[in-house]
């Protein structure tokens, strides 16, 4: 599994252990550098926007692993 991969999966689990019911759609590849990422619950949608810089990273440091789960918090709180 390359790095990018890996940084969505960890992404995907991050979303499924603050709320399992939201949906997560990210790009295959970024568009200028970054993800514009869906999330879902119901019939609701919000979408954020996360550099591959911080997906790649997510693995790995936790500064970013916090920096990211703050972002999906406030996301799925606007759901």
């Known amino acids: 599994m390359d790095e990018a991969a890996e940084g969505k999966a960890q992404f995907i689990e991050l979303v499924k252990n603050l709320d399992p019911s939201v949906q997560v759609v990210i ?15 119901g019939p609701n949608r919000k979408f954020i926007s996360l550099s ?19 972002i999906v918090r406030d996301a799925i709180g606007g759901l």
């Open 27 to 41: 790009p295959t590849a970024p568009s200028n550098n970054m993800y514009l990422i869906s999330l879902t619950k």
């Open 52 to 70: 591959e810089d911080d997906i790649l990273d997510l693995v790995q440091e936790s500064n970013i692993r916090s920096k990211v789960a703050t």
